[in-house]
């Protein structure tokens, strides 16, 4: 048996779960991380909302960007002892309709209505690597990312038992938006020791290129994230 977390990003994993991941490798069960929205673009034709974001995280071309967070990824997943899988679908800043059209000058958004059939494609994808016994882990979409919507219902497309976590750090921007999702749900706490937080903020801050457009610091992070799972006696899990 697997455990596979749906990662929308190549750090969503970590960010929301990796206390979890690293507990659960400890005890030798096998977890994989699968990131959806990790795609190489076509070319290097970007939208100025990509060009911003790449200043940001101080790369230039998207190919830097995909590859550079792609080793973030496998570095972090080493930390923590699981593997990864990376999938080819593009990250929305970097996707276009069928006219070559942006999508995306914003990432807090409802998904746009030419990708409709995205969570299809999406969970079809997901359906040709997944075995009879895997147990999924999916992020609820808290902070309203347009990708992190989208790779939700991509994953109840699948028609398995699903449970979710909330999306970490939107969840410490958002807290109000935790209790829409919870209805009808049961929620289980996982423990994670101290040695548990320790290895998943240092899983984090091998997301090097991410850390502040994130977090106002790296000791903002690992105290938000300390403090959450103080908080809660470890970290929390839902399910229908």
């Known amino acids: 048996m697997r455990y596979i977390y749906l990662s929308p990003h190549l750090d969503d994993a970590s960010l929301s779960a990796g206390g979890w991941i690293y507990e659960q490798t400890q005890k030798n069960i096998p977890v994989e991380i699968w990131t959806i929205m990790c795609g190489y673009p076509p070319n290097e034709n970007l939208s100025p909302f990509a060009q911003y974001l790449h200043s940001q995280w101080g790369m230039n071309s998207a190919e830097e960007v995909v590859k550079g967070r792609r080793q973030e990824d496998i570095n ?3 930390i923590l002892g699981a593997t990864v899988q990376h999938f080819d679908f593009l990250d929305c800043i970097y996707r276009q309709n069928k006219n070559g059209e942006w999508l995306y000058a914003e990432i807090f958004r409802e998904p746009r209505p030419d990708e409709d059939d995205f969570p299809k494609q999406i969970a079809d994808e997901i359906s040709k690597r997944l075995k009879p016994d895997d147990k999924l882990v999916a992020q609820f979409g808290i902070g309203k990312h ?4 989208i790779v939700r219902r991509a994953a109840e497309l699948l028609g398995k038992p699903l449970l979710y976590v909330a999306d970490i750090p939107y969840l410490f921007k958002h807290p109000e938006q935790l209790n829409p999702h919870k209805v009808g749900m049961k ?6 020791s101290e040695t548990g937080i320790h290895v998943w903020v240092e899983a984090v801050a091998a997301y090097e290129s991410q850390i502040l457009a994130l977090f106002e610091s790296h000791e903002a992070m690992r105290n938000q994230i300390r403090a959450y799972c103080l908080e809660n006696n470890g970290l929390r899990f839902w399910s229908k």
Do not use: I
């Open 76 to 78: 972090s997943a080493n």
């Open 187 to 192: 929620e289980n706490v996982e423990m994670v």
């Open 146 to 149: 347009v990708d992190h919507v």
